[in-house]
């Protein structure tokens, strides 16, 4: 494919699976690289690397076939010609093929790679080995409005637009525009991020912070997640999560590669792998005499006053005096009273560090300043100590700093760069808040966010008055007053009192329905006291050996009744525990009747474990009591920790099997049991109705699916042309073997070296009703006024596949920079991809179109049947005309779709859907492929689907052979070769509702290694025809419990302990099977309790 901005591409898919509360949720984006610099006309063709020319005429006279092509790695473009070309049944054709030698290709054999290696090989090695790409990165920039940020930093990141600090010196170009972030209202289905950026709802809180780490926010700044600081290896990534969020942090400085900084102000070493922060790391130009960022001043003061350098003195010192003393001393007689530095501003364009020559404490981070200056205009609230150099100043202790980022806690309150824009925010009182005592004023979002924007904290405190905002997406605590941001819930950090909205705060749990049944009364308390309520108060009816406690090797139970009884290698008689004799040194055993009866038997005190417990109840590992002791140690360490006359370094240094089994059981001591929460267990009760029968299962045949080649590992290579290109891959061109870039969409340049604008589209689809064998062309433009199509994307969506899939993808501007004066539209349409039936359409305009990266993020809700309101009416005709929506029979436009088939040259049994300049936007048949749908599709040359599966090929950028099988129902499987168990329901003395939802519960074995405990539940949605007696659902994912719901209603008509595939199951609705309410069941005083503790009754 060519482009003006992008030429002879290769494509990269970056998927991802995000495990996030039992549901697995897919982020998938086709990454492309191509050439994105003006094409050049006149191709130096190496004729050493053609192996041979040949005609299309030639090739047909030698039976080569275009699959022959594809399979010599032919480029696409070139195959479809050579395919239209046969099936036109043109005489002849003077187009050439040009037979490459390895390792080159191309369409004139003009280019190859740096190593003998495939385009994917180079993927699976940044993928491997990030860190060998790290090296002698070229900085990027955006290049696209004029801006003196400061004489160290070459240029702008795109990142540090809108982010809150001014960083242009020459005007505030940055922050000109961002005002209309700020005053942006969302709609009712909309989360607002807090730059103002709106989101639908249905994205909020929707990735997996386990591993703290955001895999792909949909907010710019990442707000719509809770914010971690997750360590990425950005510098080779060019997935959305590096290229298109904002650092985590305000405070953050931007590496402009999709790494951060941690800090802003100058420290004694550089974080950012291209050294672009290479400025604030003050040690970099140590030697440089100068050095004017940082004056002599400075370095002589460090040298007195910071320890790492006087660990190294020799080595940064000696050429400013013989030690720290001398240093000090030449500091208060060389240097100025007070002085600044570095000398550029460390934040918000106006606040710069200062140090007196004359102090004496200490610089433990090699940073701290004295005194700071700031633009007094800017921070009226604060009271100068003094000027220096025209600069107001004030001391650091009137500042009361106890950490070094909380300078720019304060002076992150400071108004913003332009009064007009805070005028501007103030004008709509009942979305804004006035910081009392001043004129600044805040969106009613940044109240309760986390972050002071008030100089007093007034918009952090209760007084704020957060709940009366009624924002559905906030956090309520019970505890007090307090509406917090979605965002602070589980991070680690208590907002309310009560600590509600942590669900942990370490080993204890906050919320109730966290809390597994196995918690329950089992002496260890997991959750905070609610109205002295615990888990482990009012256990009198609650059996403490229950499924849960019995024979886990723990005591749960009073004198470990639990444990008796149960296997082990010490082979106890009954109702006895076993007990590591002081006197013989051997394993023996102890009635229970002896257990806790205040004399220790049993080396450790097993049989005496409360002392421990209640001397360290916090610390459940520290359980092992020392001989004529009351000293508690570790079990492992009390050779080390108990004093010489313990008997227990009798048996340290022992090494054979017996003693492993005495470790083994002394190990079992600690309480660490306690921690791990047991999963669910249905199997004390009786499993039903019995598996009538089992269904066949086809075997699978040979031909399976066309797996990606197994990439072999790739010897380390010094070539500086490796890393040539920033994020994208180096090539070489012609007989000269130039060098050029193959870029990301992200990125432009002859090394990849400038930033793109971009709109970054999210795109997450849903079925209005979910029908398995759907399958949905999706087609999505960036479009201006005039109807130019700047750009698009095609998604093939299956319904039952891709049901948790969010599609992320660059839509570029035709032009750099793009043109401010016209409105930008993404429209996208649907299609059915079997018949190519018009479905539906959407619109959406692009907004703030200041911002470099407008990120957007819809979810789309596929309608049952046909929706033409959108695509006949006159805003989308102006758009652009494609022919197929006249299934929809729009009158005021018919007379145009055949103007455009005659623009068109798509396939036949293809549709033309638009055109990007002069080449048509294609739509295929499952049976076909390529850009202008002439190829036979894998699913056309080889389908491989059973029962009736339906064969969807693979996106032909990714690949040319793999294919997915959409399974009817009751199959499942790769090739839909599983039979999936079928449910068959009827109605025994229960009324037939309309309709039920079925809830399928899986629940997790004690085998299990994932340390989650909840159930998984699917729910089924099922209408019930009149008259009909019985329903019938099959599931292909394993199951234990199933649950049908009607009318406020629950019935459980099936159990089974043990999860049997390709099953039949048939089973009944009774009044036997219904779940009673608990009102019925318990009286109303146990009824009235607190939750905690009417629980223990169940």
Known sequence: MTDDFGHDCFYSTITTNVDLYENIYIIEQI???????????????????????????????????????????????????????????????????????????????????????SFSSFI??????????????????????????????????????????????????????????????????????????????EFLLDEDISQMKILSPECLDGSDEVRCKGVFLCARDSSFRCEDVLCPQYTDFSCANGNCRTSNGPRAISECTNNRDRALNYLLDWDNIMDMEYPRC?????????????????????????????????????????????????????????????????????????????????????????????????????????????????????NQYSQNDNENICQDSTTTVRCLGTNKCIPNRRIMDGFADCYDGFDESIAANSCALNNKHRFQCTSEQKCVSPTLVNDKKTQCIGGEDESFIGNIVTNIYQLPFSAFCNNWTDIVSIGNETDETHCEQWPCVNQYTRCNTRWNCEKGIDEINCSSNFQCPANHHPCLSPMSRKMDCLHINRIEDGIIDCLGSTDERSHCRLEHPENVWVRYRCWNDTKCVLSKAACNSCDESSKYD??????????????????????????????????????????QSSLPIHKQTQNGIIKTEKISTINHHNDPRLWLCNKGFVILIGKNETEQCLCPESYYGDQCQYQNQRVSLTIRLRQENLNKLNVIGIIIRLVDHTGFVHSYEQITYKSVINCNTKYNMHLLYQNRPKDMRKNYTIYIDAYYKINLTYLTSWIFPVKFLFMPVNRMSVQLKIPTKQSCHLVCSDKYLKSLINDNTQSCRCSNWMNSISTLQN????????????????????????????????????????????????CVPHDSRQSLNNFACVCPNGFSGELCEKTDVRIDISFSNVETPQSLLVHFINVISHRDSSDKTEPIQVTMFKKILFNQKTITFNMSLPFHLVFVEFEHMYYLPVLQHYYTSSAVISTQISPSQRCPHIQEVLDEVIVGYPHLRRVKYY
């Open 298 to 414: 400075f370095k002589t003061l460090m040298c007195a006053l910071y320890p790492a350098l006087s660990k190294n003195f020799d080595r940064y010192c000696k050429n400013f005096c013989n030690n720290t003393q001398e240093c000090k001393i030449r500091t208060v007689k060389d240097c100025p009273p007070a002085f600044i530095a570095p000398t550029f501003t460390v934040w918000d364009g106006h606040v710069r560090f200062g140090y007196f020559s004359n102090t004496t404490s200490m610089k433990i981070s090699g940073y701290e300043p004295d005194f700071i200056c700031y633009n007094k205009n800017r921070c009226p609230f604060l009271i100068s100590t003094f000027t220096l150099d025209n600069h107001t100043c004030i001391h650091t202790n009137q500042l009361n700093l106890s950490l070094f980022n909380t300078v720019y806690d304060i002076f992150r309150t400071c």
């Open 650 to 691: 009798q048996i340290c240094g022992l090494d054979n099997d017996k003693t492993q089994d005495i470790m083994n059981y002394l190990d079992s001591i600690e309480d660490i049991g306690t921690l791990r929460r047991q999963p669910f267990s249905h199997k004390s009760s009786r499993s039903f109705p019995p598996v």
């Open 903 to 950: 623009r068109c040259n798509c396939a036949l049994d293809s549709i033309c859907v638009g055109f990007k300049e002069n080449r048509s936007i294609c739509l295929c048949r499952l049976n076909k492929t390529g850009p202008r749908c002439y190829l036979n599709s894998i699913c056309q040359m080889k389908n491989i689907c059973m029962n009736n599966g339906i």
């Open 31 to 117: 990454v492309e690289y191509c050439i994105r610099t003006p094409s050049n006309e006149i191709i130096d063709i190496n004729e050493k690397a053609i192996s041979s020319k040949l005609t299309f005429d030639e090739l047909k006279k030698n039976n080569i076939t275009s699959t022959n092509l594809m399979e010599w790695s032919s480029p696409i473009d070139l195959i479809e010609r050579y395919e239209y070309f046969l099936q036109m049944n043109t005489s002849s054709s003077t187009e050439v093929f040009y037979n490459c030698t390895l390792p080159w290709f191309g369409s004139f054999c003009q280019y190859r790679f740096v190593l003998n290696q």
């Open 124 to 201: 699976q090695m940044r993928i491997n080995e990030p860190k060998l790409f790290d090296k002698n990165m070229t900085l990027t920039c955006y290049m696209h409005i004029k801006c003196d940020n400061h004489s160290f930093l070459t240029c702008l990141d795109w990142r540090e637009i809108c982010d809150g600090k001014v960083n242009c010196l020459d005007g505030g170009e940055d922050e000109k525009y961002c005002v209309e972030l700020e005053i942006n209202q969302c709609e009712e289905n909309e989360y607002q991020c807090q730059n103002g950026m709106c989101v639908n709802e």
